[in-house]
């Protein structure tokens, strides 16, 4: 009885879970002076400059020039961090939008905010022991050959690779659950009206996103560490990317399904119309009534065009125009990129 009141007061408090240690970082950098893209943009400046010196000072890298694999990858200590923050403001700007069309009491919108940019302390803990695991494995494995042998290089690499690892995997759960979370409540929309999926279309900006960030990191692996990367990493990256992309379409897919039913439903009435209003003409027709034809021909008319109205309807949630937009501009140049690297790579 004393854990469910305990459960009970969390809910009302709309603090259902303890929240983990990325959480516990993006509050400390939100209450830092000015914007958070400044302090990651100091931080990525700064770990570019930390990551040569130490190399400067062990000599394996002579002073005053800068190792490409090492500068490029600093990426990898605000990626993860960066996008965990990004991903849970755009998801709570989407939630702010949406929320009104569900019929839900407005009290709990601040639990569902609370979940939906909040990753649980247990889902941290195994963010953090799994990206330990991964940075171990790639140090003893020799996946990477940089050509250093310093000890305190690659331990510096080393801590530099588990934040890096560790805050990336906690991002991927958290837009994991996200997801989840926005599949759910698409489900949950009463009485979807064809000629207005705003509703439908509050996610989108987080879905791309979403898929985006994921996709990128991917493709950026191989550009930026294809020549010192096993073949099992190049593989690994292109999984990564593979899952971006998963991970933009996996909320389409529910999405579309139910519009597509609702589109059936509707040109299915509009048919029947169709068929009895057929029907009146050729009755009216045998009996020699032709008075009413104009009446007929007009209610053809409005009900062909309803039925090309809906036919017209795109099934995606955002306008076709961005859509084609986002794949042509964004996904497009970077996969040819991509493909072009690993030919002239392989080939």
Excluded at 1 to 9: L, V
Excluded at 12 to 38: Q, Y
Excluded at 50 to 77: E, K, M, P
Aim: charged fraction near 15%; proline fraction near 4%; charge should be positive.
């Amino acid at each position: 009885m004393d854990m469910q009141s305990s459960r009970a007061e969390k809910i009302a408090s709309g603090k259902p879970f303890r929240p983990s240690w990325m959480d516990f970082l993006v509050d400390r950098i939100k209450r830092l002076p000015g914007p958070s893209w400044a302090f990651y943009l100091l931080l990525f400046i700064c770990s570019v400059l930390v990551s040569n010196v130490v190399l400067w000072l062990d000599g394996a890298l002579a002073v005053g020039t800068f190792n490409r694999q090492f500068s490029y990858g600093s990426i990898f200590i605000i990626y993860g961090l960066c996008f965990y923050q990004f991903l849970a403001w755009t998801v709570a700007e989407a939630l702010h939008d949406f929320y009104p069309f569900l019929e839900a009491d407005p009290k709990f919108e601040d639990e569902l905010k609370y979940r939906m940019t909040r990753l649980p302390a247990a889902w941290g803990w195994t963010a953090l022991i799994v990206g330990i695991a991964l940075t171990l494995l790639d140090v003893f494995s020799s996946q990477y050959d940089f050509g250093i042998n310093s000890p305190v290089a690659w331990t510096y690499g080393a801590i530099f690779g588990a934040f890096g690892y560790c805050t990336f995997l906690g991002m991927m759960f958290q837009t994991c659950r996200q997801l989840f979370f926005v599949i759910q409540l698409h489900s949950k929309i009463a009485g979807l009206d064809l000629f207005n999926l705003r509703p439908l279309r509050a996610f989108s900006r987080f879905t791309a996103t979403a898929g985006f960030a994921v996709f990128f990191i991917g493709v950026y692996n191989v550009l930026i560490f294809s020549e010192n990367s096993s073949g099992s990493l190049i593989t690994f990256y292109l999984l990564l990317a593979l899952v971006g992309i998963l991970l933009f379409i996996a909320p389409l897919i529910s999405i579309s399904t139910r519009i597509n039913k609702e589109k059936k439903e509707r040109i299915f009435e509009v048919d029947q119309h169709l068929k009895r209003t057929l029907l009146q003409i050729r009755e009216n027709v045998n009996n020699g009534d032709l008075t009413k034809m104009g009446d007929f021909n007009t209610t053809l008319g409005v009900l062909e065009k309803e039925k090309s109205i809906l036919k017209g309807i795109s099934s995606f949630p955002w306008n076709p125009n961005a859509f084609r937009t986002f794949l042509s501009t964004i996904i497009l140049p970077l996969l040819l990129w991509w493909i072009r690297t690993i030919l002239e790579k392989w080939l």
